[in-house]
């Protein structure tokens, strides 16, 4: 195979998600389309790489310094949602189920991964909670050991001594479970239904 091609298919198959075989598939479409679907796709991404950039208050992706749901004065109701990443951002606004604010922690705690506090993005949450008159914290991390984990780790950060509610999501997320399997209606139980910690 073309060197080329062969090191175009080892950086789709480097993507989440994406094997061998899809990555070929993938790779062997764009470059046999004649439309320019290949051009316009390396565009995109030189495009978005170089100016898109997680949000310096909360974590999602955006091209300003601050995102459209930061600026969003709607969403400042005293509910903020900790999430993984931004995949679980886009399954609860596809969702409709939570119209408050988000912080994307970017991982959870692992040993085994070698995931420490420092690097999760929580350095500045507790001056999030006080500054945003935060009085919910709802955890929407995966129903893993390692969620729980990361979970109890955020609550002792923020601490307990600001009258603040700290909440996870209830039954229909399945242990081991991750946000962007959840279909909307089970989500929209979950999160209707989520129990105090």
Known sequence: ????????????????????????????????????????????????????????NCGILTDADTCEFCRDTSRKNGTLCIVRDMADVWTFEKSSV?????????????????????????????????????????FALPNTIEGKTTANYIMSVIGNDK???????????????????IDDGTLTLAFGGRKKL
Do not use: W
């Not at 939570?98 to 994307?104: D, E, M, N, R, S």
């Not at 970017?106 to 085994?112: A, E, F, I, M, R």
């Not at 509610?165 to 991750?178: I, K, Q, Y």
């Open 1 to 56: 195979m073309n060197p080329k091609i062969e090191k175009l298919i080892k950086q789709f198959a480097r993507l989440p998600r994406v094997g061998n075989r899809a990555a070929t598939r993938i790779v062997l479409s764009l470059l046999a389309d004649k439309t320019g679907r290949a051009t316009a796709l390396a565009e995109c991404l030189m495009d978005a790489a170089a100016t898109i950039r997680p949000c310096q």
């Open 98 to 138: 939570f119209h408050g604010a988000y912080h994307i922690i970017g991982g959870v705690l692992s040993g085994v991964n070698g995931v420490t506090p420092v690097d999760l993005n929580i350095k500045n949450l507790p001056g999030r909670i006080e500054n945003e008159n935060i009085t919910e914290v709802i």
């Open 163 to 181: 009258n603040i509610t700290f909440s996870e999501l209830a039954s229909g997320v399945p242990l081991g479970g991750e946000l962007d399997y």
